[in-house]
């Protein structure tokens, strides 16, 4: 139960607030000319089946069983259909792109969102018109300010008052129905599919925002290793899904009584003396939804980074007990610069509803074609039989992105130029630090001939263990050479040790490490991570005790290679990305904060390397 009513609250906030703009954005298109209870009834049953087909069937029915090892999003979905983990093809091809999407959703929702909400209370009164932008832009300043205090405080509170929200939309659409039950006509698809026929191009228009409605069903996936499976479905049948429907056709009836009630539906649904508390209750209820999907870019680029598409940036922890609580500070600001640029850009919620739509039918037509590989690939289904089994969904999500590229001047590049950005970056990071690998490899000394060789010299021995942190366990560490060749000296006890990311999002303790012996004096490790997890580096070499690992902390000093990148053009990649490469390796965070080490007890020692 507590499951359920937090992923009320998490999961669903961002879908839930689509009633505030979907139905008002999908019939305005078709209102041009007038309106006839025909295209009433059709722009509703394009919405009810928009849920069923998309959000129902597809998300809450079939991907919530494609998890892997317990965890969704597109980036697990990746991991889990890629045979080859650092291979460039089609999976991971898709991944980059549906990542890229997914962060040009994450900063149009909390902007669209917020301030379709704030606009409420220009029905309350007019006096408030002026005031709009500058109080979306207050609510969303502080929401993004209070990121660093952790989401643990607010998030009890998010279920209830999700819970709350839904029911007060349910009862809203109710009593609107009761007045005109013949908007229940909407549920014979038969109404969207005349719509679609009849109306040509306006209908692709009203498609575009149609799709308003399914926003937010990605988040159903992502968030499946923090709620499981069965809250999820349970919250979805049990109220969200019921909600929605009677709010939407309660709009519908609303709009049927009352043509004139097209410029805002929702809040006109109910009476003048509640609008003060449901514009309320929707503002806290946006700020609800834009906090999920913010906590969803924080946790989607610590999985980047885990899977090398992004440098290592600075992660810190807001609860001592939920892992999956992060906050990134360069995500962040980044997040709130966006969002503050696009209010001030498109003004209003109508001009918004332009750029938006275009970055989740692509991450959801990314996540179908991703389906089909695991399908195949892991389920074991005939590649005829897994692509009968989704090209009805594929199709329906390929009409909704041709629908809303009609978008694309009006404002929708704008998640598309985002998207494509990240995709160069990702792809550049990917690229990049795979050459900068096989650079290394070609000079590298092999740990195996130099561990015989080094027990034969005269190096002084300093007393204590040495922990020299490598890309690469076959090859000597660079830092182990420069230190040998500078210092002459080399510790008693010498780890040379690896972090490796496993393409499942945690991995047991007792498979965290890999030990070999080479020597009395040399160890070999290896320490496995999920990509879902953060690194600790010292705590993980305290678990290794029970393995038989000498370790103390406060007598082992940790050596690390600070390179300098210079682009070379006749080397690598082009000379551009090159430079794109470099800028990104400056927004790394430390690798001692990364992985948790003491900086009391770490030495940095720098080499210069050609890309």
């Known amino acids: 139960a ?7 609250g998490i999961v669903y906030g961002d879908i839930g607030t689509s009633p505030l ?15 006839t209870q025909a295209e009433i009834l059709g722009v509703v049953s394009l919405l009810l089946w928009a ?11 079939f991907l919530l069983r494609a998890d892997n090892h317990g965890e969704g999003g597109i980036l697990s979905l990746v991991a ?35 301030l379709s909400a704030v606009e409420g209370l220009k029905l309350v009164t007019p006096l408030f018109e002026p005031y709009v932008i500058p109080i979306a832009i207050g609510i969303l300043v502080s929401l993004f300010m209070a990121q660093s205090r ?16 839904f029911l007060v939309m349910g009862a809203a659409g109710v009593a609107q129905i009761v007045g005109d039950p013949s908007i229940l006509w909407a549920f014979d698809p038969r109404f969207a599919l005349s719509f679609m026929m009849e109306h040509g191009k306006v209908a692709f228009v009203v498609l575009g925002a149609v799709f308003l409605a399914v926003t937010g069903a990605e988040a159903l996936y992502a968030d499946l290793g923090h709620f499981g499976r069965k809250p999820i479905q349970i919250a979805w049948f049990a109220l969200v899904f019921p909600a929605l429907l009677l709010n939407y056709l309660g709009q519908g009836a609303l709009v049927l009584q009352t043509p004139s009630a097209v410029s805002d539906p929702f809040f006109l649904m109910v009476p003048s003396w509640a609008l003060p508390g449901l514009v309320i209750l929707a503002t806290i209820a946006t700020v609800i939804a834009s906090q999920a999907v913010i906590t969803g870019a924080f946790s989607m680029t610590r999985q980047a980074i885990q899977l090398g598409l992004l440098p290592r940036l600075v992660i810190r922890h807001t609860s001592t007990t939920e892992t999956g609580q992060i906050f990134l500070p360069v995500i962040n600001a980044l997040l709130l610069v966006g969002v503050v640029i696009l209010v001030l850009s498109f003004e209003t919620s109508t001009a918004l509803a332009a750029a938006y739509g275009i970055a989740v039918s692509g991450t959801m037509i990314v996540t179908t074609v991703l389906a089909y590989l695991m399908l195949h690939r892991v389920w074991g289904l005939p590649k005829a039989i897994a692509m009968i089994a989704l090209a009805p969904i594929l199709l329906i999500e390929a009409a909704f992105l041709v629908a809303n590229l009609a978008k694309v001047p009006d404002g929708g590049y704008v998640p598309l130029l985002l998207g494509a950005t990240l995709v160069i970056m990702m792809w550049t990071w990917a690229r990049g630090t795979q050459q900068l690998f096989e650079q290394s490899r070609k000079t590298s000394v092999p740990l195996v001939d130099f561990v015989p060789r080094i027990e034969k010299s005269s190096a002084l021995r300093a007393p204590g263990a040495a922990v020299f942190l490598t890309s690469d366990l076959s090859a000597t560490p660079p830092a182990l050479l420069h230190n040998l060749k500078h210092n002459h000296v080399l510790h008693e006890h010498i780890i040379v040790l690896t972090v490796e990311t496993r393409d499942v999002p945690r991995v047991l303790e007792n498979e965290r490490a890999v030990i070999e012996r080479l020597s009395d004096r040399f160890e070999r490790i290896s320490l496995r991570f999920g990509f879902m997890e953060t690194p600790n580096i010292n705590r993980a070499l305290g678990h290794c005790r029970k393995q038989g690992l000498q370790f103390e902390g406060m007598k082992t000093s940790f050596f690390l290679g600070r ?10 990649m082009p000379i551009w990305q090159d430079h794109l490469y470099i800028f990104m390796s400056r927004l790394a965070a430390d690798p001692s904060d990364f992985y948790h080490l003491p900086r009391d007890r770490v030495v940095e020692l720098g080499s210069q390397v050609a890309v």
Do not use: M
């Open 80 to 114: 889990l259909v890629q045979r080859k983990p650092k291979r460039f093809g089609v999976a991971f091809g898709l991944g980059v792109s549906g990542a890229a999407l997914f962060f040009g959703d994450a900063i149009i929702t909390p902007a669209i969102s917020v």
């Open 51 to 61: 849920l069923i087909l998309i959000v129902t069937l597809k998300y809450v029915l």
């Open 2 to 8: 507590a499951l359920t009513l937090g992923a009320v």
């Open 21 to 35: 703009y979907a139905f008002r954005e999908a019939l305005r298109p078709a209102a041009a000319d007038g309106l």
């Open 150 to 165: 952790g989401t643990g405080p607010l998030a009890r509170w998010f279920g209830p008052i999700t819970a709350i929200w």
């Open 563 to 572: 390179r300098k990148l210079v682009a070379k053009a006749e080397i690598g």
